[in-house]
């Protein structure tokens, strides 16, 4: 019923850019909070960053000032512009959409993406 897929990523050299970007569709009622997560090669699961729909918004320490999320709530979407990339910030990045659907209103879940890899090599 509700489907989250993730695309932009890909591999750039040191210091270049990359922008995710990640759609929610499906029977949604209600998105409260987006947000994007990492995963490296034998490292657990990290929060980059999230955003409330109010607009609220959380980093992971490393990423402010590189990196900027942002949403467009009427379509469901949320963005991760990632600038002055390092081999630190080489992983998969997931989407996760915290939402309630319409046949579960009061009941809101995660609903994750399948993942995109960002690699960053010279």
């Known amino acids: 019923q509700v489907q989250v897929v993730e695309s932009g990523g890909g591999l750039v050299q040191p210091g270049g850019s990359l922008r995710l970007s990640c759609a929610a569709s499906?029977?949604?009622?209600?998105?409260?909070?987006m947000g994007w997560y990492r995963q490296a090669p034998g490292k657990q699961r990290e929060l980059v960053a999230e955003?409330?729909?109010?607009?609220?918004?959380n980093y992971e320490d490393s990423v402010k000032g590189r990196f900027a999320i942002s949403r467009d709530s009427a379509k469901k979407m949320v963005f991760l512009q990632m600038n002055s990339l390092n081999a630190e910030d080489t992983a998969v990045y997931y989407c996760?959409?915290?939402?309630?659907?319409?046949?579960?209103?009061?009941?809101?879940?995660?609903?994750w993406g399948q993942g995109t890899q960002v690699t960053v090599s010279s």
């Open positions: 499906g029977s949604i009622f209600r998105s409260i909070s």
């Open positions: 955003i409330t729909l109010s607009g609220d918004t």
């Open positions: 996760k959409v915290h939402l309630a659907t319409y046949q579960n209103p009061l009941s809101p879940r995660d609903y």
